[in-house]
């Protein structure tokens, strides 16, 4: 079955303690990228991949990594959580670009 | 900037009847947009998506969606909606060059029996 798998689907974590959530699609996807859901503000861009060898920023990169070591897997990496950084994470992919993208289930992550 | 806004953050409708949900871009280019439904627990699903063209566009699931570039809009039709259409909704316009989908801040659809 084609799918973007996230994991873990929730996590609680505490401040400062490094975390990551992983991403992998199975639909040899080149484009990757990362957004957080929040309340009232829809879905915002935090890191895109248009392949294994480009990535870049997208509209709130602070205080999150991502790699793209091989085309399968893009993992979202919090150095040093904060609070402000719970939010509702989605994984999404696409052959290129966003014209039509495939989205994991989500992360639920809280900071506390 | 781009920005895309769902005026209505929730609507209630009747099983069976009738459903817009509305969307206004602003977007200086040519928007590419398009329609995302997010069922409970669930990621993203595309319903449709506007590049070109036929300014009337159909989706999945009975959905359909117009675009007037005059009124910036691009409003979710569906004639008859089902239970099962309770989710919520998202538009978004795809930003040429950023390689990012903008998206509006949803419009939650509830379904009365």
């Known amino acids: 079955e084609a799918q973007v798998t996230q994991n873990p689907r929730y996590l609680i974590t505490v401040t400062g303690k490094k975390l990551t959530v992983t991403c992998s699609q199975n639909?040899?996807?080149?484009?990757m990228s990362w957004y957080r859901q929040d309340p009232g503000l829809g879905l915002r861009q935090i890191y895109y991949?248009?392949?294994?060898?480009?990535?870049d920023k997208g509209d709130v990169p602070e205080g999150y990594k991502v790699s793209r070591k091989e085309k399968r897997n893009f993992p979202l990496i919090l150095e040093s959580p904060s609070p402000n950084q719970t939010s509702l994470y989605f994984c999404?992919?696409?052959?290129?670009?966003?014209?039509?993208?495939?989205f994991g289930s989500g992360t639920q992550l809280s900071v506390l | 900037a781009q920005s895309v806004t769902q005026p209505d953050i929730h609507i209630t409708v009747s099983e069976g009847a009738s459903l817009e949900l509305r969307c206004n871009y602003s977007y200086g280019a040519t928007p590419y947009l398009f329609w995302y439904v997010q069922s409970p627990g669930q990621g993203l699903q595309l319903l449709l998506k506007y590049f070109s063209g036929d300014t009337l566009v159909q989706g999945i699931k009975g959905f359909e969606a117009e675009f007037k570039r005059s009124q910036s809009s691009f409003n979710l039709r569906k004639p008859s909606v089902h239970w099962s259409d309770a989710a919520e909704y998202f538009c978004a316009v795809g930003i040429q060059g950023a390689q990012k989908l903008v998206f509006g801040q949803g419009t939650r659809l509830t379904i009365n029996p």
């Open positions: 639909m040899n996807h080149e484009y």
């Open positions: 999404a992919s696409s052959f290129s670009g966003y014209e039509k993208l495939f």
């Open positions: 991949s248009m392949n294994v060898e480009v990535t």
